[in-house]
């Protein structure tokens, strides 16, 4: 019989000495022992990883401990999953900024995306956008009073977050071409100058920021026409998901192709719409070559589109006075 791979006899010991009575016991105990021993020992073998670099069990010591030991992309994720939030949304801003994340394949985004913690998608909302001031082509289709439009409107948008400032004139090929608006918080904030397009648009007038007027063509107040504004409504939703003692991470994130044009899709599924959340689903698109969203659509409880917007063209500006004032000559107020 073969223990351990040592040879021992089967047969008892042969010696000139008669041995005492209870030998043949004690030495069926010792072999009994050896062989516990060594089944253990096999047993212990056969219970470790096959390979030393194969991942522990622990989400910790998958995600943090092994970071760098495999292929230099999964390193790059795994150090990505150990930083804190912060640094997360900082690392994204800086891999689109340089263009370092449009090298990477469709699996490893979805990875790195993956790797994010919940609270990151949020800090990095709160910085996506880097300027104060700027201006940007916008195109939207809206649900209004249950009516959707046949085709977006087109505008061009002046825009300054703090004091709050804004210039907007509806382009040619929209449903609502030529009119324009403005708004400055600075000289009068419960008040916007706007006309319409066509042969009303020699009448200009000012009307109520947030009255029915001001709301006919669309839900959205003019101080909500900042990219800003979805910054702060992917905070505001987030505080609710925590509040509901759910995740504040996307439901859902995919890539998907428009135009010829990658796209990162972030949605979020939210068990309610306003004053909670600001629909019931939300999507956020990026073309991974700039930090701010290039689109944003919203859904109803039954899947009805509420709106389909699309941003183009962001360039920071150093605005005067005159670009919020009615009396600017390249206006068309009266």
Partial sequence: MTFCGSGISDNPVRGRIRPAAGWPAIA??????????????????????????????????????????????????DEFRCLPAREQAASLRTRIENHSILTL???????????????????????????????????????????????????????????????????????????EIVYDETTDPDSIVGHLGGRLHVVSGKVAVDGPFAHAQSRHSVRDLGLQFIARTVEHDSRSFREEGLSEKPSRIELMNAHGTRLL?????????????YAPRV?????????????????????????????????PRHWSEADFDRRNPEYGFR
């Fill in 265 to 277: 899709a972030w949605t979020w599924t939210a068990p309610s719409g306003p004053p909670a959340h």
């Fill in 283 to 315: 999507r956020l698109l990026f073309d991974l070559q700039h930090t701010w969203p290039s689109g944003e659509a919203a859904w109803d409880g039954q899947g009805g589109l509420l709106e389909l917007i699309r941003f183009e063209d962001v360039v």
């Fill in 28 to 77: 069926r105990l010792l072999l009994y022992v050896l062989a516990l021993t060594c089944l253990a020992v096999a047993t212990g073998a056969f219970a470790q990883p096959a390979s030393p670099t194969a991942p522990a069990s622990s989400a910790t010591s998958a995600g943090c401990a092994d970071a760098g030991a495999s292929h230099a992309v999964n390193a790059d994720v």
């Fill in 105 to 179: 394949t469709d699996d490893q985004i979805l990875a790195l995306m993956d790797a994010m913690k919940p609270d990151a998608f949020v800090e990095y909302a709160k910085t996506m956008i880097p300027d104060d001031a700027y201006e940007y082509s916008m195109f939207r289709q809206e649900r209004v009073s249950g009516r959707w439009p046949e085709r977006p409107d087109h505008m061009v948008i002046r825009y300054q977050d703090s004091p709050r400032r804004v210039y907007a004139k509806l382009l040619p090929g929209g449903a609502h071409a030529g009119q």
